[in-house]
C-alpha cells in the first residue's frame, strides 16, 4: 500500500512584532482585555514590501531542509491562503518559481483557517493514487492585508506568518485519515464582505476588511471542533487517551482549552502558539506544529491531532504519526 508520512515542516514570523501594548496606543483597547478573552499576547507583522510568497517561500525551504530533499523533488505545490500576493496568477506558482523549479503542478486552495487541512487531505490523496511522491503544503497568510485597524473587534486577533511540511510517498502511515467539511450557510458570521466579481465599492471601504460575529464564531467553532474530533477518532477506532499531541488551529486561546478539555488532553500535551502568534489563519497549524517539532516536543513515531475551524464555515482534521 502506498500512504504519506510528513517529511519536513518549515516555519517563518516577519521580523516586525506588535504586542497587545503597541495596540493599546492606536485603538481603544487593553493588554488585559486581549489577554484574558483570547490569550493573545502578541503578533508578528509583514513588512510593507513582504507578499504572502515571501513568507510562504522562507516556510518552504526550511521544510525542504529538513525533509533532505532540493526543490527539483517536488512534485506538487498546495499553498492554503485568503491572502494570495495577486488575483492570479496562484501564489504557489509564484513560489514555484522562486524554488527554481518548473513543471511541477502548482495550485492555491481558499478555504480560510481550515485551508491547510484541506491541503494535507488534497496531498495525500494526490500521493496515495500515485500522483506524485513529494509534494509541498504550505499556509501562508499576510492578514494584516485584511484588518481593519480602527475594528477593536477584529484588529486584536489576527496575525502573519507561513508554515509548511513535505508530504512523502512511504509504504506505511504517515496521513492515518482526513477529514474535510463545509456550510456555507454561516457566510455573514466571518467574511469579507467585498470581492472581485461582486465589485469593489469605495464608499464601503470598510468592507474590504474582516467582519465577523465574534460570539457566534465562538459557539459554532467549540461545538464543531468537538464533533471533527470524535468523527475522527471514531473513524479510526482510537480512543483519544492515545493521543500524545493535539495541533489545534490557533484562533483563541478559550477555544483551544475547551477542546482539549473535550478530548481530555492535559494542557501540557497540547501545542499552543496564539499567544506569540495570533491566528495566523492557514499558517496557524504549521507554523504551532513546526515550533513544536523543532523544540523536541513532538517526536517521530508520536500519535497527532490536527483541527481546524474557520470561515465558510470549514473545517476538517488530520489524524497522522508522525
Ligand atoms: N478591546 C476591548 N474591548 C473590546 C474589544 C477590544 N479589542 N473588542 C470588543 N470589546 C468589547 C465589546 O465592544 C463589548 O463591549 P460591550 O459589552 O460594551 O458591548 C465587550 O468587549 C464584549 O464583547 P464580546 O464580543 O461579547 O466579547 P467576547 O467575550 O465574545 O470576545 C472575541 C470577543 C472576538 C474575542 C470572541 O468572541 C472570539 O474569540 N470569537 C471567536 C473568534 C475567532 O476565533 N474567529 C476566527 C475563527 S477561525
Known amino acids: 500500500m502506498t500512504y504519506s508520512r510528513i517529511a519536513g515542516t518549515g516555519s517563518y514570523l516577519p521580523e516586525k512584532v506588535v504586542t497587545n501594548s503597541d495596540l493599546e496606543k492606536v485603538m481603544d483597547t487593553s493588554d488585559e482585555w ?36 532540493a526543490a527539483e523533488d517536488i512534485d506538487l505545490i498546495i499553498i492554503a491562503t485568503t491572502t494570495p500576493d495577486k488575483v492570479f496568477p496562484g501564489t504557489a506558482c509564484i513560489v514555484q518559481r522562486r524554488l527554481g523549479i518548473r513543471g511541477c503542478g502548482a495550485f492555491d486552495i481558499q478555504a480560510a483557517c481550515s485551508g491547510f487541512v484541506y491541503g494535507l487531505d488534497l496531498a495525500d490523496r494526490h500521493i496515495r493514487t500515485g500522483g506524485g511522491k513529494n509534494v509541498l503544503v504550505i499556509g501562508a497568510e499576510t492578514l494584516s492585508r485584511l484588518t481593519n485597524w480602527e475594528d477593536r473587534t477584529t484588529a486584536v486577533l489576527f496575525g502573519d506568518g507561513a508554515g509548511a511540511v513535505v508530504l512523502q510517498e512511504t509504504d506505511e502511515p504517515g496521513i492515518i485519515s482526513t477529514h474535510i467539511h463545509a456550510d456555507g450557510q454561516y457566510e455573514d458570521l466571518l467574511q469579507v464582505p467585498q470581492g472581485v466579481s461582486q465589485g469593489y465599492d469605495i464608499t464601503r471601504a470598510g468592507e474590504a476588511f474582516i467582519q465577523m460575529n465574534g460570539n457566534a464564531v465562538f459557539r459554532r467553532a467549540v461545538a464543531t471542533l468537538d464533533s471533527i474530533a470524535r ?92
Do not use: C, Y
Open 34 to 69: 486581549i489577554q484574558e478573552r483570547t490569550g493573545i499576547k502578541r503578533r508578528h507583522i509583514a513588512a510593507d514590501d513582504q507578499a504572502t510568497s515571501d513568507l510562504a517561500l522562507a516556510a518552504a525551504n526550511e521544510a525542504l531542509d529538513m525533509a533532505g530533499l
Open 231 to 322: 468523527e475522527t477518532l471514531d473513524k479510526n477506532n482510537i480512543d483519544k487517551h492515545d493521543l500524545d499531541w493535539f495541533v489545534p488551529h490557533q484562533a483563541n486561546m478559550r477555544i483551544i482549552t475547551a477542546a482539549a478539555k473535550k478530548l481530555d488532553m492535559p494542557m501540557e500535551r497540547v501545542i499552543v502558539t496564539v499567544d506569540e502568534h495570533a491566528n495566523t489563519s492557514a499558517a496557524s497549524i504549521p507554523l504551532a506544529f513546526d515550533v513544536a517539532v523543532r523544540d523536541g516536543r513532538i517526536k517521530r513515531g508520536e500519535l497527532l491531532l490536527f483541527e481546524a475551524f474557520g470561515a465558510g464555515f470549514t473545517w476538517g482534521s488530520t489524524l497522522l504519526r508522525f
